[in-house]
Each structure stands twice: as structure tokens, then as C-alpha cells.
């Protein structure tokens, strides 16, 4: 694998963009530049997509076995190029090393599902209403997939769109996200290349969203746009390929809730709770939000979900027992801090944390908290906690519902039937049952309700989203026209 990602790839070349500002990609633990890129501007997208455009043409008629024999060369060179992974994971996107493995791990269970989509392009052979006709119907690739990465889980959010979209016989463009560039597109570039893939079947362009980033959505030749990301630019991100009649895949943001019911095991579900608030310094679109517990239990809960926050060791995210690292960039820091003290002063108890060393925010937890305070209504997407008291289910039902997301949540009650009704209550795409909110398994439907995105990643449903279908009629009989052609 080439590892110099000093420049961005398109059809098959390392070059520089032809940007004059460079794009510096800096360490956010410890503000290190770790190097530069000159970006990308309309001109290289506009080469990126035409490369595309072409090596698609081709791509997509290859016997499903080419196919599968790349997805499946890519699996190994990722099994045995593992430290260049995981390591660009710590130093690019402030991963912790458990974090790093974890991410690895899931984009390499993606890349392995995405590996037997091309035998898994089915179509269907379906009766007619007209006498001696058959109706076959196809499934095809879209053709050209633009792929905007986050810099959050930039790995496995990437893959499960670009494998998919290889998979299914579509090229891609990929876009990521300017604080990770190379964990969210150059190293995929790297990865396929040595891998083998044709020219032009994958290509990454680093460039500024804002020289970039509507062109990389209203150009003419993508069929499709995949993006992750806050709520806000795939609104925009939606309306511009609306314009344009492409379809979208979009994953979006998320007010997770985390409900604890009054039957509960508190030790089962303080712990779940730790790791779903906590795990990446919870920035993560399926972290848990706001912690809702039920009155009768809430002083002890929050007792032992305090205690085990306090366990976590936080700072430098290379020292492998590390769990809580830094957050991407300071604006992140000062955004979260400011909604802690705002709802510390609407009423909200700080009991751990509130504060920052450079971009390493402690873990922090309020309780005392109301639904309609900072904390609660924004998607905090750090490692502050908010918990909630409830008296009744439907209080909870409707606190739950009363924000505008719905990715994904938990439920946590001795009785499993009693907590999955309380799970078919709450408008999302995702819930879990004695668990926590941050789940992903390769083969199960990825994606949110509401504000958190339209579209879902994963199996048979990304299949539906990076494919589309022809209706092909056979008449293997002289049609009778009827009276059309009687005097």
C-alpha cells in the first residue's frame, strides 16, 4: 500500500490538487501537523467524475467473480496491513487504541459482507396480464456513487458505502471530511489500488467544502450521494440532489435515548450506559444523548453511573488504556462546555467533570436535568452526560419522541417482552434491549427516522440502496391488439 497521502488520487494517478491553499491535517490530541495537502478544486472533481463515469461502463460488466476477487484482495491486504489502520485511526481522528481495533474490525465484517453482494444481485421472473408475455425484472448498478465521508467513525462509515457501491458494480468518488482525510478517503485509494482495481473505479478528492462540496452533489455524473454527517449539511446536501432528481443515502444526526426502566438491573445498565455515552468521547451519531431513569431508582443509578465515569482514564489516546481521548477540535470542546453551563444554570447539577486540557474534555455528568435544557435538546456528541428523571412510561414515551431525531436508542427492564413494547413506542430507526445505542453488525439495517437521515446502509437493504431495477418485458407471442387495428 502506498502510504505518502500527501496528495489526492483520481483515475489511477497520485497528484496534487490543484488548490493553492493547503488543507493541513493536524494530530487533535496533541495539535501536531501531520502533513499537508493541496486540495482538490472543480476542475479535479470534474476529472474524478469523468474517470468514474468511464470505469463504471466497464466495471459493471464484470462476472461476479472479478468482483468478489477484489472486495475479497482488499480483505487481505487490510488483514495484513492492520498497524497502518489503526494507527491513522489515533492520529488522525483521536481514536483511542480501543477504539482504533474496534473501527478496523468493523469495516474489515463491512468489506467481507460487501464481498458476496455480487453474487446477490437477484432479479425476478413475474407473471403478465397480456397473453404470451414475460416479465423479467433486472437489478443494475446506478452507476457513479459520490461518497462524503465524517471524520467521527471515518473507516467504517466509509467503507460500508464505498464497499457496497464496488460491490454492487458502481464507481465511486470519494469526499472526506477535511479533519480526516486520509482515514475517510486516501487510504481507500491506497487500499484498491493495491488491490488491483481498474482505473478509475475508485478516486478521492480532498477539498474544502466550501470550494467543493456542492459540485460534489450537483455534478452531472452521480447517481446517487452517500453521506454521514450532522443533520444540517444533509438537509442541504438532500434539497441540492432533490434538484437534481439523484437519490440520497443519508445518515444523519441523532438524540439518542437511553431508558431505564423501573425493573431494571442498575449494574447491567449504569455499565451499558458508561460505554454508550463515553465510547469515542461520544462522538458518535448512535450515542446515547439523554439517559432517562425512572424516579424510584434514579438516586441509585446515577450513583453508580457516577462511579463508573470516574474509573475511565482520559488524556492521550496512543496509551492503550486510555477510554476517553480527545475531541476532534476545540470548537468542539467550547460548544459542549457551553451548553453544560447553561443548563447548570437553568437548574442542572454538575456531579463529575466540566472540564478541558486542550481538546480532552473530562467525562462529565448532570443530573437534575430537565428535557428542555441544552444538554438534552442538542445532540452533544462529546463525553457529557445528561440524566433525566421519569414517574410513568408514557411520561418517558413522550419526552422521548419530543425531539425531532430517531437513530437509534435502548431500553433497559428485567422483563425483555416489557421493554421491547417500550421499544416499538419510540420513533426510531434503531433500539436495543438491555444494551446501549451504539450497535452495527454488517448484515442488519443501518439508519434513522426523522431528522437522522432517510436510506438504510448494511445487507439486503444496502443492496437496495446502491442498486436500481429494469423491467424487461418478452412478448413471445404475436400480440392481439384488440379492435385497435378493426375498422
Known amino acids: 500500500m502506498n502510504t505518502d497521502f500527501s496528495k489526492i488520487y483520481i483515475n489511477g494517478a497520485w497528484k496534487s490538487g490543484s488548490g493553492d491553499r493547503s488543507i493541513k491535517n493536524i494530530n487533535p490530541f496533541n495539535q501536531e501537523d501531520i502533513l499537508e495537502i493541496k486540495p482538490a478544486l472543480k476542475q479535479d472533481l470534474d476529472d474524478a467524475y469523468k474517470a468514474a463515469e468511464l470505469a463504471q461502463v466497464k466495471w459493471a460488466k464484470e462476472l461476479p467473480q472479478v468482483k468478489r476477487a477484489l472486495l475479497e484482495k482488499a480483505v487481505q491486504i487490510m488483514d495484513e496491513q492492520k498497524e497502518i489502520f489503526t494507527d491513522w485511526l489515533v492520529k488522525e481522528s483521536g481514536s483511542t487504541v480501543f477504539k482504533a481495533e474496534a473501527e478496523y474490525r468493523a469495516a474489515m465484517n463491512v468489506l467481507k459482507e460487501a464481498a458476496t453482494f455480487p453474487y446477490r444481485m437477484e432479479g425476478k421472473i413475474l407473471p403478465s396480464q397480456t397473453p404470451g408475455k414475460e416479465n423479467r425484472v433486472y437489478r443494475e448498478p446506478l452507476g457513479v456513487v459520490g ?13 460500508r458505502s464505498i464497499a457496497s457501491a464496488i460491490a454492487t458494480g458502481n464507481s465511486v468518488v470519494i469526499k472526506p471530511a477535511t479533519e480526516t482525510p486520509v ?3 486516501l487510504i481507500f485509494a491506497s487500499l484498491f489500488e493495491a488491490a488491483g482495481a481498474p482505473k478509475g473505479l475508485v478516486n478521492t478528492v480532498v477539498g474544502r467544502g466550501s470550494e467543493i462540496g456542492d459540485d460534489m452533489v450537483t455534478h452531472k455524473t452521480p447517481r446517487l450521494i452517500s453521506f454521514t454527517g450532522s443533520t444540517e449539511v444533509g ?27 423501573e425493573d431494571a438491573d442498575i449494574e447491567q445498565a449504569a455499565e451499558s450506559a458508561v460505554f454508550g455515552k463515553f465510547y469515542h468521547q461520544g462522538q458518535i451519531c448512535m450515542a ?16 453508580r453511573f457516577i462511579e463508573k465515569a470516574k474509573e475511565l482514564k482520559y488524556g492521550n489516546p496512543a496509551e492503550a488504556d486510555t ?13 459542549i462546555l457551553e451548553d453544560v453551563n447553561e443548563s447548570v444554570k437553568q437548574g442542572a447539577e454538575l456531579r463529575l467533570g466540566g472540564k478541558a486540557d486542550g481538546n480532552v474534555l473530562e467525562p462529565t455528568v448532570l443530573t437534575g436535568v430537565t428535557n428542555d435544557m441544552p444538554i438534552a435538546v442538542n445532540e452533544i456528541f462529546g463525553p457529557a452526560a445528561a440524566l433525566i ?29 416489557h421493554a421491547t413494547l417500550v421499544a416499538h413506542e419510540i420513533h426510531t430507526g434503531m433500539i436495543h434491549v438491555n444494551d446501549q445505542p451504539v450497535n452495527e453488525e454488517p448484515h ?17 437493504w444496502a443492496l437496495e440502496e446502491f442498486t436500481t431495477v429494469k423491467w424487461v418485458s418478452v412478448q413471445h407471442n404475436r400480440r392481439n391488439y384488440g379492435p385497435f387495428f378493426k375498422s
Not at 148 to 158: E, R, V
Not at 389 to 415: K, Q, R, T
Not at 445 to 460: A, H, Q, T, V
Open 147 to 159: 461518497v462524503i465521508s465524517p471524520w467521527n467513525f471515518p473507516l467504517h462509515l466509509a467503507m
Open 323 to 335: 477510554k476517553v481521548g480527545p475531541l476532534i477540535n476545540r470548537g468542539q470542546v467550547d460548544r
Open 444 to 460: 442488519m439495517p443501518f439508519g434513522g427516522e426523522k431528522d437522522s437521515g432517510i436510506g438504510r446502509f448494511n445487507g439486503e
Open 235 to 261: 438537509r442541504r446536501i438532500g434539497k441540492l440532489a432533490g434538484g437534481e432528481l439523484k437519490k440520497t443515502a443519508l445518515e444523519l444526526g441523532g438524540n439518542n435515548v437511553f431508558i431505564v426502566l
Open 288 to 303: 446515547i444523548n439523554r439517559i432517562f431513569v425512572h424516579s424510584s431508582i434514579y438516586d441509585q443509578f446515577a450513583e
Open 389 to 417: 428523571s421519569f414517574d410513568s412510561e408514557e411520561e418517558v414515551i413522550e419526552m422521548a419522541n419530543a425531539m425531532p431525531y430517531g437513530l437509534s436508542g435502548a431500553v433497559h427492564s428485567s422483563s425483555i417482552e
Open 183 to 185: 482515514t475517510g478517503g
